[in-house]
């Protein structure tokens, strides 16, 4: 190996790493060679310094290439999925992939757990009962050939790099950096050996990226690695500044998504489902324009097939495909509590990281990994922001097993106000397109 002191020297200088540096770094940090300390220590200066873009394509590639590519060579379907950086009450996966898929989309869909303020699409699956997101590679193929669908969780052998060095970052502070979280992101999703991918890439004071500039920066680094792998995709700057949907937590969040593949749902749910499923279908050839993809997407909504689709998905991953009709199969909190208006005025969004905190203070959210998640507990939004509430009503009910309730209504109180005047912002700011 060359001198790993040379390596760390180029780059704590500003320099570049050369693609031969960068993959033996890699490599030796994955097999155990290169130690934590030195790894922290070129992650700072990664840190500081920033990647240039060609720089930053080894990275990824020799991240990506650290453990096993998917490839589906059975499969005919084009292979689509998509990734949000996330927020309070994103649930759009779980109605995306078998819209998309009954669509006929194959969607591999590798996600994550909540960790923090935000929640994570595996944790939202599991409360679905018996709903297994553990998958072997044989079972995650298997699932996709025969549904067009599969909901799993990053295996050991997938990005063994990320797994290692994302630990580190988050116990050195290392995680908010550009180009160490846009080669993260990207190298586990070009793992699911795609032929496209849309982006949501949220800003605003519920996202991991609260500045809108940093996550336009964020949404162009990830096209153009994107693009470096010969991979179409287009990312949706979407806003993050109130909670998607009417629920926030994991059953609560379960039975809007069922609503949504029932035609119906909030509003805002559906048109980023159809938004980011129309332009999913666009890029996989299956439909001739965005407004063609949205039109075939509601229609699977509206006629039934994306939820018998999901039904299927369910029983393949081991669970009870019953809870769709039977919503009282799902976990549900002993108590609500309802936090009213101390005073009339206009619903203003101010700081829903301390929704996120707020859940996690009922016990649905994890602050460390391992931490067990309550499934039942969760909020319910029954008034959109920019809408006018009068003293006493109901801005935010409480669903709680008697954990944290104290807590949680503290932070609720600082998360909102009651102005007098309020225009909330659009939920899509932007598309950005791939650049050729
Ligand atoms: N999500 C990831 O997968 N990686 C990051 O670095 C940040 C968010």
């Known amino acids: 190996m060359s001198d790993l002191r040379a390596i760390l020297a180029a780059k704590r200088d500003g320099g570049r790493l050369s693609d031969e540096q960068i993959a033996e770094f890699i490599s030796g940090y994955v097999s155990g060679d290169v130690s934590d300390y030195f790894a922290s220590a070129l992650l700072m200066a990664i840190f500081i310094h920033g990647m240039e873009e060609a720089e930053l394509v080894a990275w990824t590639r020799a991240m990506l290439e650290s453990g096993r590519v998917m490839r589906f060579p059975r499969l005919a379907r084009p292979k689509v999925d998509k990734h949000s950086t996330g927020g309070i009450g994103d649930k759009v996966s779980i109605p995306l992939a078998p819209a998309a898929a009954a669509c006929g989309l194959a969607v591999p869909m590798i996600s994550g757990r909540g960790l923090g303020h935000t929640g994570g ?69 070009l793992a699911e050996g795609l ?167 009922l016990g649905g959210g994890r602050m460390k990994l391992g931490d067990v998640i309550d499934p039942a507990v969760g909020l319910v939004f029954p008034r959109d922001e920019g809408e006018r509430v009068e003293r006493g009503e109901v801005v935010i009910e409480v669903h709680h097993n008697g954990r944290g309730l104290e807590r949680a209504l503290e932070l609720l109180r600082g998360a909102f106000e009651l102005v007098p005047a309020h225009t909330p912002s659009p939920l899509v700011l932007a598309t950005i397109a791939q650049e050729r």
Not at 122 to 150: H, M, N, Y
Not at 258 to 269: M, R, T, V
Not at 282 to 300: E, F, H, N, W
Request: proline fraction near 3%; charge should be negative.
């Open 195 to 361: 032929d496209a991918l849309v982006l949501d890439v949220k800003f605003g004071s519920g996202a991991f990226m609260v500045e809108r500039a940093r996550g336009e920066a964020l949404a162009r680094v990830m096209l153009k690695l994107a693009a470096s792998m010969g991979v179409k995709a287009t990312a949706l700057h979407t806003n993050m500044e109130r909670p998607l949907g009417r629920t926030a937590g994991h059953a609560l969040e379960i039975e809007e998504c069922f609503d949504c593949l029932e035609g119906g749902g909030p509003a805002d749910l559906r048109e980023l489902v159809c938004l980011q499923g129309g332009e999913m279908l666009r890029l996989g050839g299956l439909a001739k324009t965005l407004d063609d993809g949205r039109a075939q997407i509601a229609r699977s909504l509206d006629d039934g097939s994306a939820r018998e689709l999901f039904a299927r998905v369910i029983a393949e991953q081991g669970g009870d495909p019953s809870c769709l009709d039977e919503r009282s199969k799902l976990a549900h909190a002993a108590h609500k509590h309802e936090l009213r208006a101390e005073q009339g005025g206009v619903l203003a969004w101010r700081d829903l990281r301390a929704v996120g905190h707020a859940i996690c203070a």
């Open 121 to 189: 699409t595996l944790d939202k699956l599991e409360a679905i009962p018996g709903f297994r997101t553990q998958l072997s590679a044989e079972e995650f193929e298997r699932c996709l050939e025969r549904t067009g669908v599969a909901l799993g969780g990053q295996t050991p052998d997938l990005v063994p790099a990320d797994r290692k060095l994302y630990a580190l970052r988050d116990v050195t502070g290392l995680i908010e950096s550009i180009p160490l979280i846009a080669s993260s992101i990207m190298s586990k999703k």
